[in-house]
């Protein structure tokens, strides 16, 4: 939607045949300064981040102290193998991974069974899904938890994915996504015979390539930052994540047994993933959100 | 809409539904149940369970501690909401008034969407820290002395920012795409009429995007209620003296250091309460604009 938006806007502007000239002529210095300014002071945490994992001791008390130093190779070997940051990225992948695939896959099927078959009480099955927006995970954990240990889940990854796998955001935008499909297209579908599994393969998923690009980046980014929940779930380091792993460094260096640097290096190193997809599969993830709010 | 629905196996939809269907009952609805079964009972480790009415209501009633933490959710959701809504409407409008460099203000800007909470406490830890922060010598040359762990007010307002700088890409996403659909024709009128800058913001702009921004400041508020539990574990633990208590850290203390599950699970029940109204109102909201735009 805003690409189109922008797309017609520059399109009108070239028929009026003096876009480049006229607007950057347009454009107030001031205007550019202040978002400058304001630049500076989003990304300025992180910039701090950044340039103190590459430092020996993390002691910065002023902003000379901020340019880089010669300790990169070194505080990010330590943090990765010596406070086995690896090990909990890794877990944090694999958490991340198994709910954003479990989530697509379910949730492809039931947004399917739910624009596209003739049976009585479907409606009613989308408002079951869609109340659990009223059930996150805050209001949950307490029986979660108690659930788990039922369970014997505890510790695991069972505990850590498979509650998160049902999304009613996913099936509220894929249902979404459907209903758009030009229904010419569906009805062809039919005149040919074609079976749902050829439907849902060869129809369905071809026509939502953008869309299910969008709603993985979502879930990954949510799934990765989960906090919460692994720290109340998780009590062994090995199956910890990053998140949580972050919150043990945290305690050492409050108790003076860590250097910043290595603070900031794993902060950096938890930041990477989603940061990366984010700017990688920004278009998708934005067209993706302006069908939510529908 | 009728000729969408191609299908019309009662089975194969049941199939569909039914991998959603099973985790939303048994890790969300189930869950929910148990946390209101618990609430009238005594429950805690290693002990039987003891039903005991509404003593767990009536003690978080009349639990001064409790009616704190209410108010200080309360006050820091408008602190959050406030801060987040107005430094991202004025960032919003400043990239849509340039155009050179559009695309790239753009994701500088909101790339905060993919930031774990936990790795924006510990930056925001650091570079505000008493003794060592970046910032603290240039704000204590400004008259204040920073000591936000032993001063209430002071460790409120670190959690707070952090809390803000995390919102702020998730709103300018939304923000944009709402001020991008305002006609062209609509600003050339205004500029005609010599309303420039601000002035276009607040009684151009801001009136046709009421339905995005009572959006956000419901998700925000959801938000600054549950989504910010890293903040105040890792910054604050909720300290000092709970100035920075808010109610889901409370529900986490009384259930995981407290091991009191029952009263653990009233809690949890208000939680459930509080985001059914926040819920609703967005659903009346969303109804009511519906006309508009959308």
Do not use: C
């Amino acid at each position: 939607m805003v690409g189109v938006l922008q797309y017609a806007k520059r399109r009108v502007d070239a028929l009026r045949g003096n876009y480049e000239t006229q607007r950057i002529h347009e454009d107030d210095l001031g205007t550019h300064f202040q978002l400058l300014l304001l630049v500076v002071v989003v990304v300025f945490p992180i910039a701090v981040a950044l340039a103190v994992s590459t430092k020996q001791s993390g002691v910065v008390t002023s902003v000379v102290d901020l340019f880089p130093g010669g300790n990169a190779v070194e505080n990010y070997r330590e943090v990765l193998v010596d406070y086995q940051f690896g090990r909990f990225m890794w877990n944090s992948l694999a958490m991340s991974v198994v709910i954003v695939v479990g989530k697509l896959i379910i949730s492809v099927f039931a947004a399917m069974a739910i624009v596209y078959y003739r049976v009585p009480y479907k409606d009613l099955v989308f408002l079951f899904i869609l109340f659990t927006l009223l059930l996150p995970v805050p209001v949950r954990f307490i029986p979660l938890f108690q659930l788990m240990n039922d369970l014997g889940w505890s510790n695991t990854i069972l505990a850590i994915t498979v509650p998160y796998l049902a999304s009613a955001t996913t099936v509220f935008i894929l249902r979404q996504h459907f209903l758009s499909i030009p229904t010419s297209i569906v009805e062809t579908a039919k005149l040919d015979g074609v079976g749902p599994l050829k439907f849902m393969l060869f129809v369905l998923l071809p026509m939502s390539k953008g869309v299910l690009v969008g709603v993985s980046i979502i879930m990954f980014v949510y799934a990765w930052n989960q906090y919460l929940w692994p720290l109340i779930i998780i009590d062994s380091e090995a199956n910890q994540v990053a998140q949580v792993g972050l919150q043990l460094l945290q305690g050492d260096v409050q108790g003076g047994q860590l250097s910043w640097s290595l603070v900031m290096a794993g902060s950096t190193l938890t930041l990477l993933p989603p940061l990366l997809l984010m700017i990688v599969f920004r278009k998708p993830l934005l067209e993706t959100f302006s069908i939510q709010q529908k | 809409m009728s000729t969408r629905e191609i299908f019309d196996s009662r089975i194969e939809s049941g199939l569909l539904l039914l991998p959603t269907l099973l985790v939303t009952v048994v890790f969300l609805y189930y869950p929910t149940a148990l946390a209101f079964r618990t609430s009238f009972f005594d429950s805690s480790f290693g002990r039987a369970e003891v039903f005991v009415g509404l003593e767990n209501y009536v003690g978080l009633l009349t639990s001064s501690g409790y009616h704190r933490s209410i108010f200080i959710s309360v006050v820091f959701a408008a602190v959050v909401v406030v801060g987040v809504v107005v430094v991202s409407l004025y960032l919003t409008f400043l990239i849509h008034e340039v155009d050179t460099g559009q695309g790239l203000y753009l994701i500088s800007v909101i790339w905060p969407y993919a930031l774990p909470p936990a790795v924006g406490a510990l930056v925001f830890l650091f570079i505000t820290h008493p003794t060592l922060g970046v910032l603290t010598g240039p704000i204590e040359s400004l008259g204040v002395e920073v000591d936000w762990f032993n001063n209430g007010s002071q460790a409120f307002v670190v959690v707070a920012l952090a809390a803000i700088w995390k919102q702020i890409g998730y709103n300018v996403i939304f923000m944009i795409a709402a001020m991008n659909n305002v006609p062209d024709t609509l600003t050339e009128t205004a500029e005609l009429d010599g309303v420039g800058g601000l002035r276009r913001l607040v009684s151009v702009y801001i009136p046709i995007m009421t339905p995005t921004i009572f959006f956000l400041v419901i998700i925000n508020t959801i938000y600054a209620f549950f989504g910010t539990f890293a903040f105040v574990d890792l910054l604050t633990s909720g300290g000092p003296s709970n100035a920075t208590n808010i109610l889901i850290f409370n529900l986490y203390q009384e259930g995981f250091s407290f091991f009191n599950f029952g009263v653990a699970s009233a809690k949890s029940v208000v939680l459930f309460v509080i985001v059914g109204v926040l819920m609703f109102v967005q659903f009346q909201i969303t109804d009511r604009y519906s006309y508009y735009g959308g």
